[in-house]
């Protein structure tokens, strides 16, 4: 049986999921939309719709990514899909209140205009249950600290393409000292001309090679800071 006549409406619960995370691989928008219509006319709740067909869909997307297997291409036709699915159950969160998995902050630094990189980290993270706000590209301190005085984000994001813009993230990481906020943020790094021997001299938490990386960073910092509040 072809893709196109897949009657998702009678598969069960189970063989429906299974088939949104084949879908999501695969970028298919519309029956990305219809699948999520479905499980929500079933009584599911948009949490569960989010968790489960969703995030878990984009995790294999971003393992496959990360392993070589997708490209960047096939992977944004995923976050694509992804993205139809959250405008459908975006409302029905905020009304529900649900929880989220955290929020993020990310722009490329001021001198910089390369932003696909960037782009890619904002479409996997907000795959992975993350709210993310997007400052695009040539951020100044300034813009960064603003952002981060509106949102309260947990995460900071920076990324750069250009050796003689890299140095910019420090400057960013030392007034977030002299204002008191390091500590509040897991600040994460990324572009092609750096590495984690530069992230740590910049003061960064980490530094994130490719989108899924980053997704799997964001989470395991978030899910220790997590872990120390509740021993405190």
Same mark, same amino acid.
């Given at each position: 049986?072809?893709?196109?006549?897949?009657?998702?409406?009678?598969?069960?619960?189970? =063989?429906?999921?299974?088939?949104?995370?084949?879908?999501?691989?695969?970028?298919?928008?519309?029956?990305?939309?219809? =699948?999520?219509?479905?499980?929500?006319?079933?009584?599911?709740?948009?949490?569960?719709?989010?968790?489960? *067909?969703?995030?878990?869909?984009?995790?294999?997307?971003?393992?496959?990514?990360?392993?070589?297997?997708?490209?960047?291409? &096939?992977?944004?036709?995923? #976050?694509? *899909?992804?993205? *139809?699915?959250?405008?459908?159950?975006?409302?029905?969160?905020?009304?529900?209140?649900?929880?989220?998995?955290?929020?993020?902050?990310?722009?490329?630094?001021?001198?910089?205009?390369?932003?696909?990189?960037?782009?890619?980290?904002?479409?996997?993270?907000? =795959?992975?249950?993350?709210?993310?706000?997007?400052?695009?590209?040539?951020?100044? +301190?300034?813009?960064?600290?603003? #952002?981060?005085?509106?949102?309260?984000?947990?995460?900071?994001?920076?990324?750069?393409?250009?050796?003689?813009?890299?140095?910019?993230?420090?400057?960013?990481?030392?007034?977030?000292?002299? $204002?008191?906020?390091?500590?509040?943020?897991?600040?994460?790094? =990324?572009?092609?001309?750096?590495? &984690?021997?530069?992230? $740590?001299?910049?003061?960064?938490?980490?530094?994130? $090679?490719?989108?899924?990386?980053? +997704?799997?960073?964001?989470?395991?910092?978030?899910?220790? $800071?997590?872990?120390?509040?509740?021993?405190?």
């Amino acid at each position: 049986m072809a893709e196109d006549d897949i009657d998702l409406s009678a598969l069960d619960d189970d =063989g429906l999921v299974a088939q949104m995370h084949d879908d999501l691989y695969d970028g298919l928008k519309e029956e990305i939309e219809e =699948g999520v219509r479905i499980l929500l006319a079933r009584g599911w709740t948009p949490y569960r719709v989010l968790t489960e *067909a969703l995030v878990e869909g984009m995790r294999i997307v971003g393992e496959d990514f990360r392993d070589g297997i997708l490209f960047v291409p &096939e992977v944004l036709l995923s #976050a694509n *899909a992804m993205k *139809a699915g959250m405008a459908i159950l975006k409302p029905l969160l905020a009304e529900t209140g649900a929880p989220r998995m955290g929020k993020m902050v990310i722009g490329t630094v001021k001198g910089d205009i390369h932003d696909i990189g960037k782009n890619l980290v904002c479409m996997m993270m907000e =795959g992975a249950g993350f709210e993310v706000v997007d400052l695009g590209i040539n951020n100044s +301190v300034e813009r960064y600290l603003e #952002a981060i005085a509106e949102h309260s984000p947990d995460i900071l994001g920076m990324s750069a393409l250009l050796t003689t813009t890299m140095p910019y993230m420090k400057l960013v990481i030392d007034t977030l000292k002299e $204002r008191g906020i390091r500590d509040d943020l897991v600040v994460l790094v =990324g572009g092609a001309p750096l590495n &984690e021997e530069f992230a $740590r001299a910049v003061g960064a938490d980490a530094y994130c $090679r490719d989108a899924a990386v980053a +997704v799997e960073t964001a989470r395991e910092f978030l899910r220790r $800071r997590d872990n120390r509040r509740a021993s405190a």
